[in-house]
């Protein structure tokens, strides 16, 4: 991937940046507040990223535009808050929400890695994958991911993985507790289930027995368990009914945009108010003029394309609310015997065939759990290993790599991540963020570019700054970053006669207001070309 350009802006007032090149590229202005972050997190966020603006900058109102090329092939991205249109060779496709955006990425752009989250195969998220080679200036934490919140530590290890052995981890100690507790409750389900199945056969005619027991305390002990299960299922139902909707809706958009017909025998199709013949298509963010045929088909497969990706989301819920259902079996059969009298007698009970059928399925699942476990005991040593392997080797480029870049330097890396509370002074944490992002680059061999904004944070001297820039010149791909100079090495052309760095400078932008009219019209352009009115 290599970032060909990129912008921001609204109908009034805009900012294009076109003069990145394939190698270092160096964004630099001899103060803050000249619009280099605001430009870095701007083309992050146009791919997906989660948003990390400075305070004070209401990225809502703004559209973010970027252009890249795939290994040869060019697409186009425009976003606005949660709407993100894709472009290549004059097709659009349209997507209001992150998520389908990813599921398309992942199938038309670039295959995203798999992740094991909280038990489930996953596709990994954006603003998880990019930490492998973007770092912003803000909401850094050497003990953890940027901005931590749904991912955690171990979800990056799972990501590191998956790039380097092709395929998610196997499974780990919590889930191999879990499926041999399943295993038992199973165990005692089919026990159950054979004494009713017995019972069943004696007595087909009762209908009913009657709760006598009183040992009503463990069931209420495990009412909040089973209901903060039961809401989570609920909520994953009604986000899976959600989307069931949208596609209706989508199928009925483009039912109704095929039978558009404005070329009428007796007229034409026009605006009773206002006589205008122009007919509009507008989704939460993006408005395209579907009155013309072109424009109208675009829409239409880009319609077609996210039926197909909610289709998919919906796969996706189904197998969290599987996931859930099974948690809720695991904690009903984890219930005390005397509160499973009750729960058992408390129902009508079932006919023999009925109850045949159920341990039939108990089998099924017992035969697929222990397969599950036969499969992991044989590659989880092999696996454990190697996972570790590539984390020492990333740790270990860490380490020449901060040796290179300060060889009296004290620290001593043993992870990807530093101890919880550990501080930095100083320019350590811009030294340690280095050495991950050029360790990761080296053992994962990504195709992305690296991104760093305020690469030279933290007081970090100039002989260090030249070694960092040296070490990026080395490696064959796109790098931006961007660093702030004191008015004496502005002045003395720092990073203008380099030969290896492609300086860009922003030092004439108006302070804290990067936007001006003169983009406006090829901003305006671009987002034209989107098929946006």
């Known amino acids: 991937m290599i970032v060909l350009e990129t912008g921001f802006g609204d109908k009034d007032e805009a900012f294009i940046e076109t003069r990145f090149k394939s190698g270092v590229n160096i964004l630099f202005s001899d103060d803050n507040n000249k619009g280099k972050t605001l430009v870095m997190q701007g083309l992050m966020y146009s791919l997906g990223n989660e948003p990390i603006f400075p305070s004070g900058f209401n990225y809502r109102e703004c559209s973010f535009y970027t252009k890249c090329d795939f290994d040869g092939t060019v697409w186009s991205f425009l ?24 599921h398309f990425f992942n199938s038309n752009i670039k295959k995203l890695p798999l992740i094991i989250k909280d038990g489930n195969k996953k596709i990994a998220d954006l603003e998880l994958l990019y930490q492998i080679f973007f770092l912003p200036q803000d909401k850094r934490d050497p003990s953890s991911i940027i901005s931590s919140g749904y991912y955690k530590k171990s979800d990056f290890y799972e990501l590191i993985y998956s790039i380097t052995d092709g395929g998610p981890a196997p499974l780990d100690d919590v889930l191999i507790e879990e499926i041999k507790r399943e295993l038992f409750s199973l165990g005692e389900e089919k026990r159950v289930l054979q004494k009713r199945f017995g019972f069943a056969k004696k007595h087909p005619t009762l209908s009913q027995l009657t709760n006598q027991s009183s040992d009503r305390e463990a069931a209420q002990a495990k009412k909040s368990i089973i ?49 205008s013949s122009r007919v509009i298509y507008k989704n939460e963010e993006f408005s395209f003029e579907v009155s013309n045929q072109f424009v109208r088909n675009e829409i239409i497969e880009s319609i077609r394309e996210q039926i197909k990706i909610k289709q998919e989301i919906i796969d996706e819920k189904t197998r969290l609310i599987n996931h859930e259902q099974g948690s809720l079996q695991r904690e009903l059969q984890s219930i005390p015997k005397s509160v499973q009298t009750i729960m058992l007698h408390a129902e009508e009970i079932s006919t023999s065939a009925e109850i045949d059928n159920q341990i039939s399925k108990v089998d099924m699942r017992v035969s697929e759990l222990k397969e599950q476990l036969e499969d992991s005991k044989n590659a989880t040593a092999e696996a454990k290993a190697g996972k570790r392997a590539i984390v020492n080797e990333i740790v270990d480029i860490m380490n020449f790599t901060y040796k290179e870049l300060d060889p009296d330097g004290r620290q001593v890396f043993d ?23 050029v360790a990761l680059n080296s053992v994962l ?9 305020s690469f030279r944070s933290g007081e970090l001297s100039s002989g260090k700054e030249e070694i960092m820039i040296k070490l990026f010149a080395k490696i064959n791909k796109q790098i931006i970053v961007t660093s702030t100079l004191k008015s004496e090495e502005y002045s003395a052309n720092r990073y203008s006669n380099l030969k290896q ?27 034209s070309d989107f098929k946006i009115v």
Do not use: W
């Open 79 to 102: 976003r606005k808050y949660h709407s993100i249109i894709a472009s290549s060779d004059g097709r659009i496709h349209v997507f209001d929400s992150i998520s389908e955006f990813k």
């Open 227 to 275: 209901g903060s299960i039961n809401t989570r299922i609920s909520e994953s139902v009604r986000d899976r009914t959600r989307e069931e909707n949208r596609i209706s809706k989508l199928e009925r958009l483009i039912s109704e945009l095929n039978s558009l017909n404005r070329d009428l025998s007796s007229g034409k199709v026009q605006c009773a108010d206002c006589g």
């Open 415 to 437: 992870d990807l991540f530093s101890k919880k509370g550990q501080t930095y002074s100083g320019s350590e944490e811009q030294e340690f963020y280095f050495s991950k992002i």
């Open 445 to 453: 061999q990504h195709d992305y570019p690296i991104i760093i904004d």
């Open 501 to 527: 760095v492609n300086a860009i400078d922003y030092s004439t932008h108006q302070n804290s207001h990067i936007l001006s009219d003169s983009f406006k019209s090829k901003f305006n352009k671009i987002v």
